[in-house]
């Protein structure tokens, strides 16, 4: 019965069969140690000269698989290991079954590799601690999110990826051959979750969704996660920021109870988030930049990167508050579903939500109202009968409603501090990579 | 503060603020009487001719959205609705407010529609008790999965749909016009999931999977939600079934006890999960259905739509479960990843699950060695060169592993006895459809 690292501290004096990887292999005189890595944890093995083990160790170098039988000893006074959880422990193997050999690496996958490297060796660089943190955290991340929606009794939902329109904007849209036509990838699942708001009220979904941009940033995508949520009978975009900022609070504690030693890792604490987090509205905030940063963005329908990070600054000396949301974003520079403040229409009930310099959510409330719906998509200069089905659940009574999205590998770069969204993300698809270079593909 | 329908059996006497959909309405005399739908359920409300709100109320049709006030009364004796949780009570109205009209219903959704009535209309005709109750076992259903594996240690991952090489089969594979280059539309998450196995030796992951396939059956989709596991450190195929047994066992447990309501609904009893699902060879399946039930298919390989039914008959018929597993299929009709059988390497350690006459599951072992992995790409005539970046996870040292990939919609499908396939899938995309018919669409 195979026992994990992680319990070899319970174990004291039994024997126990352990099954993992060589980590990392070291020989001291004519003693062979081991770091043994499992899902659980790393552990030192220890093969003695007199073990019948002995001989077949030898052989064994990084990344094979082992299955192993030996003894838990207490290891001598000062030789403990502070840093791995068993690390008082280790093990005296008796018998060793090697289950998959490996070639030898190329590289220490710990060292400090370029992103390109990385990309290149994904499937095995991804074996450190360093990437099991990282996409631990995510995984914890979908599973708060996924948690306390469902608590407040969101119903999940699986939508389509595969469009017959391009909803928000048509350039920057993946095309697909159909069968005999044209089709497209999915920018977001927003209207698939709005129609949803007409069956359930309360929904989310979690997939993945796709801009054809022909950017090379380090926070771009081309597929990312999108964490959605759509929902109904709100007064305001208000009562989804509302939300969201429960909901980060409870995702954070949820990370702080579950991933103590994962945030530890990387030297970060988590954020504090406030109560309510503060808020400004985009003129206020563009006025605070001049002010304050003699940054011009006055005239501007946005804030640019740098505006962000100021504002992010701004309320963080202001607020103590590494959130804040920025909200009634000009009309005409947000999609045509997208609420006007009856007391100013050239500006909508939208927010964003940034997060240490960088926007994490794009949220608000939706125009519910048939009628009001199809004018606006003609003032687009769109046809409303390209847009027929998803008018349905409006023509059919739909209350007001509103909803956000977040980026997950967007929070989890900015939760960790990394530089680049590509190391938060498995497998990343940009301009030039789907998995190999993509020059290499056309020469190869 | 508003009070869900579900609770107001607990307000007898009380003032409630209710908002929701108007459901029915009915006149009796001068009375009027609505049946309010929200998201936890339907009750009456009625509206005396000497409330305030009997004017407004006159006005209102089917789908319109309201919030009204109004007294919790216990109905008169005789008068209750058993079908509903809240039929002794019904809510006389002081105050309506319309949040939202709606145009003339086309039709009651309600009533027995065709299915393609149904799915043109779906944005609409989803708001129904039959397809809460569908959608609400789907997501009770992934939510199960989840929380199941979870429990076993498994990490969720979140992989590409966008990959650069046809992973199973180069046929049925939707092109992408990707920047520059050609790519595909991910058949399976399999390599990535492999791969993961290498980091978080268990794992998991729910999305999108896709086939081009020119069918237009009641069982197949272009676009469906593929339930993908991942495990290392197996013995053979049969530890992969054993962990699907005890899904199963999870799932259906968690279903029975959040899904009864719904179940009823469809006059439908969960099916019993044996301790031990019956496993059956295929040649010995084979066999079976020849001298049973006359059916010849033992030069196939593979079982066709009869097989499967006969032999799902067979299972109920001899080990009273309506679920059976198909084990050894032939090596060639596998992917290349399948590991083969060592005793006949002609047949694989390989799996099917059927139920209840159909595959909701394919497993089994992968190849796991490098050696022999390459050496089976070249056999299936594939240049393994294209298949380098997923070569690495098995290079650099892979323990035995297996798994599975269980089809959504199809579970449900079975699971609520119905027709077809489109009945379970939000927005199913096929041949002929992405929301709208693709014909109606080059006509516009």
Known sequence: MRVLIKDIKNKEGESVELKGWVDVRRDHGKLIFIDLRDRSGVCQVIFLPSSAAYEAAKELRSEWVVRLNGKVNRRPKGMENPKIESGEFEVAVDELTVLSRAEEIPFDPASDISLETFLDWQPFALRTEKNRNIFKIQAEIVRAFRDFLISKDFTEVQVPKIVAQATEGGANVFKIDYFENKAYLAQSPQFYKQIMVGVFERVFTIGNAYRAEEHSTTRHLNEYTSMD???????????????????????????SKNCAKEFEFFGVELPKIPEAIPSLKLKDA????????????????????????????????????????????????????????????????????????????????????????????????????????????????????????????????KLLNLDNIREVTLFPRDMNRIDILLSTLKNG
């Open 229 to 255: 949520l759509e929902f109904g009978f709100i007064n305001d975009h208000t009562d989804v920021m509302a939300l969201e900022n429960e909901l980060l609070v409870y995702v954070f504690n949820h990370l």
């Open 286 to 413: 563009q006025k605070i930049l001049k002010e304050k940063y003699g940054l011009d963005l006055l005239n501007e329908p946005d804030l640019d990167p740098q505006g962000e990070r100021l504002i992010c600054q701004y309320a963080k000396e202001n607020f103590d508050s590494d959130f804040i949301f920025i909200t009634h974003y000009p009309t005409e520079k947000r999609p045509f579903y997208t609420f006007p403040d009856p007391t100013n229409p050239d500006f909508t009930r939208s927010f964003d939500l940034l997060f240490k310099g960088i926007e994490i959510t794009t949220g608000g409330q939706r125009i519910h109202d048939y009628q009001m719906l199809v004018d606006n998509i003609k003032k687009w200069k769109i046809n409303p009968a390209h847009f027929d089905f998803y008018l349905q659940a409006f023509k059919y009574g739909m209350p007001p409603e509103g909803g956000l999205a977040i980026g997950l590998e967007r929070i989890t770069q």
